[in-house]
């Protein structure tokens, strides 16, 4: 079992920046995928990005150049930088482990249900 918990969400102008963090926890979660996915209000969640077990990260093309995806050190702490925020980045955002260490990316897109621990999610809004 993974336990996830997102924080840093909030209230921001557009052109403001904001980092979300995951507290993670559990067993073999070192060895997982972990990644921030978002959903905007009346559409379907959507990836954002990923960090595999050896550290590689992929941004889905909506999300590169002004998204950046961490980990501490022990891996205990997911981190989501946004910079540049803009209106169309509001949503819910959620951070998510799947038991696969390589992140199941097909294409450009990633297989949701191979992600198989979710946190709450973390509320972006951004006013413009």
């Known amino acids: 079992q993974v336990q996830l918990g997102e924080s840093g969400g909030g209230s921001v102008q557009a052109g403001g920046s904001l980092r979300l963090s995951c507290a993670v926890s559990?067993?073999?979660?070192?060895?997982?995928?972990m990644g921030w996915f978002r959903q905007a209000p009346g559409k379907e969640r959507e990836e954002v990005a990923t960090v595999d077990s050896a550290g590689r990260t992929r941004y889905a093309e909506s999300a590169k150049g002004r998204f950046t995806i961490s980990q501490d050190n022990a891996k205990s702490t997911l981190y989501l930088q946004i910079d540049s925020l803009k209106a169309e980045d509001s949503g819910t955002y959620y951070c998510?482990?799947?038991?696969?260490?390589?992140?199941?990316?097909?294409?450009?897109?990633?297989?949701?249900?191979?992600?198989?621990?979710w946190g709450q999610g973390t509320q972006v809004t951004v006013s413009s």
């Open positions: 998510a482990a799947s038991s696969y260490p390589r992140c199941p990316w097909i294409g450009y897109s990633l297989v949701q249900n191979l992600f198989g621990y």
């Open positions: 559990g067993d073999n979660y070192k060895n997982y995928c």
